[in-house]
């Protein structure tokens, strides 16, 4: 938006050179007036600043995100800084647009007042070559290294670094994708159509400005949103997949032993086990593996834990999972160095350490990042701090809708018991998904309505100077529908090729994370989301550009030919 404000102000800048103004005067006028401006812009934005982190922070409380002891604070050192990072990166934009303007000769400054200046800077050039590298990095690194939930934690990152390329390649791109989609604008719009292809080419630079907040804004969205989809489906088939549990015995209080050993005793039944389920990490000996950023924990009851988990012991026996013992996955185990009989220190959802004997090896499917622990051991380093659940397995010649009819008449006599099919658990599953990927979607509201924001300003202003060039236009026997028509295919070309450009970003890391986790090229979630995205972003750059060029064509033509730009 600097940039672009300054380039509209070269024929003043221009003026102020031939009259003996210095460039470092210039470049003076420029930071100070950006300085003003920054300031009172910064301390304008600090009350909605605070009452929209209290709103968000009530929302991230409200879905269990935050916990209930916390409480909203915002102190003045966030404020300081963001306030200093505003100013400070006003302060670079401006004085990087106004480099050229304050650094050409007064004679030159005059006549090149109406040309564009080169195509992109050697800086630019550079930081987009940076990030576009950077995002190339993390790619990799998502689909070779990193595996399970946590593609999100590399993967989101590299769908900001691409696209942030991608819209700092600007200026080429939109030479690029100009020329792809001038034939059918020109077929199209015909006289309207080749006005149109015509100042897109001449003025690419304006056309630039925009087209790096419409990348962004498609980009960021749907990546963002496909990747969290995707992994979320991957998530819930490995869950689903590991899941060999028929049915859910539900406790109001708690479930103690000698229930599990009743159940587990019944006919048709393969094998019971509580179920307590937290997240923890391993502390010793240390692990460098993804897993080690959060580690799932479940407990189970040694007698049948066999039957309800996914698991090949290797080494060691479940049965022996009694006290402060633990089960490993061999592969985890050989990476940390552990063998059966060995200690290792686990740091539990309780913020607490507990020091636990390898019992078993296991072999499981890849995403398999769990440790077994015994119910009870894991059940006191819960909020609960006991088990609330049984997960029943039926045997070969029982049918899972007769085990439930089954337990449901056994533990009728007992109260405060329930039982239910597996679904229970997917349920719960998806409801704790939903809840944790909310933070992802205020994330990505908040850098769509940036980018949205924006392309708003840009284009308003662009356009609002063009006031002249359309009074010109007029005089020389364009109506001025013609001209509102010329300016829609403008803004047509600017949404079509953003989006275009913010897709091919995004694809370089959905189509390998989807091939990945899937084994399908399309990423999962629901096609309406890309759609829904491509749409607003069109209604969006085609109400900023053609709103300002109404208002802008509104006096006669030849008022507005006399404009001084």
């Known amino acids: 938006m600097l940039g672009l404000s300054i380039a509209q102000r070269r024929q003043d800048l221009a003026l102020l050179r031939a009259v003996g103004a210095t460039p470092r005067q210039l470049r003076k006028l420029i930071s100070r007036e950006t300085l003003l401006l920054s300031v009172v812009a910064t301390a304008l934005a600090y009350f909605p600043g605070q009452f929209l982190g209290e709103f968000v922070f009530d929302r991230l409380a409200e879905r269990g995100i935050a916990a209930d002891g916390v409480v909203f604070h915002q102190g003045w050192i ?29 004679a ?69 994708t100009t020329f792809a989609v001038q034939w059918p604008v020109r077929a199209l719009g015909g006289v309207t159509g080749q006005l149109a292809v015509l100042n897109a080419r001449g003025h ?134 552990v063998d059966i009989g060995d200690t290792i220190t686990l740091r539990m959802g309780d913020n607490t350490t507990l020091h636990v004997r390898v019992a078993a090896l296991f072999a499981a499917q890849d995403d398999y990042d769990t440790l077994l622990l015994p119910a009870d051991t894991l059940a006191a380093h819960t909020t609960d701090g006991h088990a609330k659940r049984i997960l029943v397995k039926a045997d070969e010649h029982t049918d899972p809708e007769r085990l439930i009819a089954d337990l449901t008449e056994v533990t009728s006599a007992a109260g405060g018991l329930t039982v239910a099919g597996r679904d229970v658990l997917l349920e719960e599953y998806d409801d704790q998904k939903t809840t944790a990927n909310f ?30 060039e359309f009074g010109l236009q007029r005089l020389a ?61 069109v209604l969006l750059t085609l109400g900023a550009i053609l709103l300002p060029a109404w208002r802008a064509t509104r006096d006669r033509p030849a008022e507005a030919a006399l404009t001084i730009e």
């Open 78 to 106: 966030p404020a300081v800084a963001a306030m200093a990072v505003a100013i400070l990166a006003a302060l670079a934009g401006a004085l990087g647009a106004g480099r050229r303007a304050s650094r050409i000769k007064p």
């Open 108 to 176: 030159q400054a005059l006549t090149e007042v109406s040309v564009e200046g080169k195509l992109i800077g050697g800086g630019r050039l550079l930081l987009a070559v940076l990030f576009l590298a950077a995002g190339i990095a993390l790619t990799i690194v998502t689909i070779a290294v990193i595996s399970g939930p946590l593609t999100p934690a590399t993967g989101a990152p590299a769908v900001i670094l691409l696209a942030i390329g991608f819209a700092l390649l600007a200026p080429v791109l939109t030479k690029v």
């Open 204 to 337: 690419s630079g304006r056309l630039a400005a925009v087209m790096g907040p419409v990348i962004l804004l498609t980009a960021v969205s749907t990546g963002m949103l496909y990747l969290q989809t995707t992994n979320d489906e991957a998530g819930r088939r490995s869950f689903a997949d590991t899941l060999v549990a028929d049915a859910v015995v539900t406790a109001q209080d708690r479930v103690d032993a000698d229930l599990v050993a009743r159940i587990d005793d019944l006919p048709g039944v393969a094998g019971a086990s509580a179920y307590v389920s937290s997240v923890g990490f391993i502390e010793h000996p240390e692990d460098s593996s993804p897993a080690n950023e959060g580690w799932t924990l479940k407990g189970v009851t040694a007698e049948g834990a066999d039957a309800i988990t996914p698991v090949e012991v290797t080494a060691g026996d479940i049965a022996d999972l009694h006290d402060d013992t633990v089960a490993v996955e061999h592969q985890h185990a050989d990476r940390l160095g």
């Open 439 to 468: 933070a992802i979607y205020i994330m990505v509201l908040m850098i769509a309505g940036y980018a949205a924001i924006t392309v708003i300003n840009t284009l308003a202003s662009s356009t609002t100077a063009r006031r002249r």
């Open 477 to 537: 026997g364009s109506t001025r529908g013609q001209v509102l028509r010329m300016v829609g295919l403008e803004g047509a070309i600017l949404a079509v090729s953003g989006i275009a450009l913010g897709t091919v970003a995004v694809l370089g890391i959905l189509v390998p994370v989807s091939l990945k986790r899937l084994d399908s090229v399309l990423p999962a979630g629901s096609p309406w989301v890309y759609v829904s995205t491509a749409a607003l972003t």
